[in-house]
């Protein structure tokens, strides 16, 4: 299969960036997003030319690590997956695909592809400690908690943390992320101690941060990689909410 | 406490939420008392009598006045704070993501356009009505020349129904205020906290009944009155 890339190039975060295209030819339609990146970059270097810089780690969806804006979607066309799980037989041969970084003013372009997203760190940071018995390894089932409440928990544990959400968001919020943060452990005995206080420092740094405010479109479940839903965002509001009350 | 209402994103959009269901409410209550002309001119218009410039009209049209500024302040402020999160660069190519309602991505505009057939409506109705009772004055004339009371609706209603533009300007102003609440009604639960999956159906269709009710309930009047203006039975 034969592309036609459109790809964001800035050279580091102070400069201008602009699109430029590039040509990958013979590429195997079992070939991954990320390979065929890959593929280009060799080709680059041979040519003697700076290759494009973008995120990656595990390449099996778990990390958080890849990111890219690929044809209007974060993490590229296909629902519920992270950019490193699609192939390029998902695209048609011969297509022009433009690539794009993360757009967000809370998440400045380091370079090409590459944006710092630690002001998720510094959110997560704020979010401070949950109250676990260290020494002795306890008995799984010395508190129970009801089947609802775990699979809620595990499935908001599923963010992690890429940024699609708040990339994805016309507003450039961040909700969505700390609404699974904020959920995951509010849902369970453990993190529960310390929910008011969590959802407060949490919401009170991602505003510090200069992330937007949340409109509801639910475009970043849409766009989610791990299909977190905005059930969670309504959960934060409530945590928020009553915390606040309580003061 | 008292300031997360200013100074937190979750508490701005709760004063949206709140003055967003306050608005809804009165629109409701405004829209059954539109049905009344429909019915009966004459009791139209003794409920026009009833809201004239008396201190219990004036103080609900001074609160409902603070909620409108309230919700139209706080939009321009929440939607320039999003602009700037957004950053400066934007993508080069946007898609409408699964699931996204377009109205969702547009309040602004939609109560823009909403915001503005309210001003054409005030100048209509209000003007006419409560405004001319404040002067001190008891007769005012329409449009065509006659000249009625302040507390005579029905007659200004009928007049203002008889043009053909007024009625397209105030079914596009119904049909952004439906798309406004197919959005805002079930958010202002969603923002509220108080929403879940099981729920997002059961609200969304709450929303769909709600804002329809509210355009069929106005909309109704705009077309009865120009029927009539049109076949001259009255």
């Known amino acids: 299969m034969n592309f036609t890339l459109k790809i964001w190039r800035q050279k580091d975060a102070k400069s201008k960036g602009a699109f430029k295209e590039y040509q990958v030819k013979?590429?195997?339609?079992?070939?991954?997003?990320?390979?065929?990146?890959?593929?280009?970059?060799?080709?680059?270097?041979?040519?003697?030319?700076?290759?494009?810089?973008?995120?990656?780690?595990?390449?099996?969806?778990?990390?958080?690590?890849?990111?890219?804006?690929?044809?209007?979607?974060?993490?590229?066309?296909?629902?519920?997956?992270?950019?490193?799980?699609?192939?390029?037989?998902?695209?048609?041969?011969?297509?022009?695909?433009?690539?794009?970084?993360?757009?967000?003013?809370?998440?400045?372009?380091?370079?090409?592809?590459?944006?710092?997203?630690g002001a998720y760190d510094e959110i997560l940071q704020a979010g401070g400690f949950v109250s676990v018995r260290t020494n002795s390894v306890p008995d799984g089932n010395a508190i129970p908690i009801p089947q609802a409440d775990a699979e809620e928990s595990m499935d908001a544990a599923a963010c992690v943390g890429c940024g699609a959400c708040a990339a994805t968001c016309k507003n450039g919020s961040a909700m969505l992320f700390v609404a699974a943060r904020v959920s995951s452990l509010a849902k369970l005995p453990q993190g529960r101690v310390e929910g008011a206080r969590r959802a407060k420092a949490m919401v009170a740094k991602m505003d510090e941060l200069g992330f937007g405010n949340c409109t509801n479109t639910g475009a970043c479940q849409a766009e989610c990689p791990k299909s977190i839903s905005i059930a969670h965002i309504a959960r934060l509001n409530r945590e928020f909410l009553c915390a606040k009350l309580e003061d | 406490m008292g300031c997360f209402l200013t100074n937190s994103s979750l508490g701005?959009?709760?004063?949206?939420?709140?003055?967003?269901?306050?608005?809804?409410?009165?629109?409701?209550?405004?829209?059954?008392?539109?049905?009344?002309?429909?019915?009966?001119?004459?009791?139209?218009?003794?409920?026009?009598?009833?809201?004239?410039?008396?201190?219990?009209?004036?103080?609900?049209?001074?609160?409902?006045?603070?909620?409108?500024?309230?919700?139209?302040?706080?939009?321009?402020?929440?939607?320039?704070?999003?602009?700037?999160?957004?950053?400066?660069?934007?993508?080069?190519v946007t898609v409408t993501e699964k699931g996204v309602d377009w109205e969702s991505k547009n309040m602004l505009l939609l109560g823009v356009i909403v915001i503005l057939g309210l001003l054409l409506h005030l100048s209509h109705f209000w003007a006419k009505m409560m405004l001319v009772e404040l002067m001190g004055a008891h007769e005012v004339t329409i449009g065509d020349g006659s000249v009625v009371t302040p507390t005579d609706g029905a007659a200004i209603i009928q007049y203002t129904f008889s043009q053909w533009y007024n009625v397209v300007l105030y079914l596009v102003w119904f049909a952004a205020l439906w798309l406004h609440l197919n959005h805002g009604v079930w958010s202002m639960f969603q923002t509220a906290g108080w929403a879940n999956d099981t729920w997002y159906p059961r609200l969304k269709c709450l929303a769909k009944i709600v804002s329809t009710l509210i355009f069929l309930g106005f909309a109704v009047v705009v077309v009865v009155f120009y029927a009539k203006s049109l076949c001259g039975c009255c």
Not at chain 1, 30 to 59: Q, W, Y
Not at chain 1, 74 to 85: D, K, Y
Not at chain 2, 16 to 31: A, D, K, N, R, T
């Open chain 2, 12 to 92: 701005r959009k709760l004063v949206m939420s709140i003055s967003g269901c306050f608005l809804v409410l009165f629109i409701l209550i405004h829209m059954a008392m539109n049905i009344v002309a429909v019915i009966s001119g004459d009791a139209y218009n003794m409920i026009c009598g009833f809201l004239g410039a008396n201190w219990y009209a004036l103080a609900g049209t001074a609160v409902l006045a603070l909620g409108v500024l309230v919700h139209f302040v706080y939009a321009f402020w929440l939607t320039w704070q999003n602009r700037k999160a957004r950053g400066n660069v934007r993508y080069a």
């Open chain 1, 26 to 117: 013979d590429i195997s339609s079992d070939t991954s997003f990320l390979e065929m990146l890959d593929i280009l970059n060799n080709d680059l270097v041979h040519a003697g030319e700076e290759p494009v810089a973008f995120d990656h780690d595990c390449r099996e969806g778990i990390c958080g690590m890849c990111s890219l804006h690929i044809d209007g979607h974060a993490h590229g066309p296909s629902q519920a997956v992270t950019t490193c799980q699609i192939y390029m037989r998902q695209f048609k041969d011969g297509q022009t695909i433009t690539i794009e970084p993360w757009r967000s003013a809370a998440f400045p372009v380091i370079k090409d592809l590459v944006v710092n997203r």
